[in-house]
C-alpha cells in the first residue's frame, strides 16, 4: 500500500506562483509512475502531468510551459512547480501514483486563483 499527502495549495492572484508537494510513504519501491490531476467545480478528473520512473514528463497542453512536474528519490516527493497561474487553473489537485498493479490517490489539496 501507498500513502500520499498533498501539501501547497492555497489563493493566489492571477500569474502568481504555487509549488504543490506530495510525499509518498509505504510501498514507494514498487511506484512505476507519479502524476498530478485536478477537478475544478462541476467537471471531470484530468491529468495535468505526469513523471514516469526515469524522468520522462508528460502535460496537458493547457498547462504546458507554465507548470513542471518533478521528483526527488531521496525524500521520496513529486513536486508541481505552477507559474504564470490562471483562473482557469483553479481546481483541487490530486497527487496518483502508479503502481501498476494498483493505484492510489493522495486526498487533494485546493487551487484557487483569483483574476
Known amino acids: 500500500q501507498v500513502q500520499l499527502v498533498e501539501s501547497g495549495g492555497g489563493s493566489v492572484e492571477a500569474g502568481g506562483s504555487l509549488r504543490l508537494s506530495c510525499v509518498a510513504s509505504?510501498?514507494?519501491?514498487?511506484?512505476?509512475?507519479m502524476a498530478w490531476y485536478r477537478q475544478a467545480p462541476g467537471k471531470q478528473r484530468e491529468l495535468v502531468a505526469a513523471?514516469?520512473?526515469?524522468?520522462?514528463?508528460n502535460y496537458a497542453e493547457s498547462v504546458k510551459g507554465r507548470f513542471t512536474i518533478s521528483r526527488d528519490y531521496a525524500k521520496n516527493t513529486v513536486y508541481l512547480q505552477m507559474n504564470s497561474l490562471k483562473p482557469e487553473d483553479t481546481a483541487v489537485y490530486y497527487c496518483?501514483?502508479?503502481?501498476?498493479?494498483?493505484?492510489?490517490w493522495g486526498q487533494g489539496t485546493q487551487v484557487t486563483v483569483s483574476s
Open positions: 513523471i514516469g520512473s526515469v524522468g520522462s514528463t
Open positions: 496518483y501514483a502508479d503502481l501498476r498493479s494498483s493505484s492510489y
Open positions: 509505504g510501498r514507494i519501491f514498487s511506484i512505476i509512475a
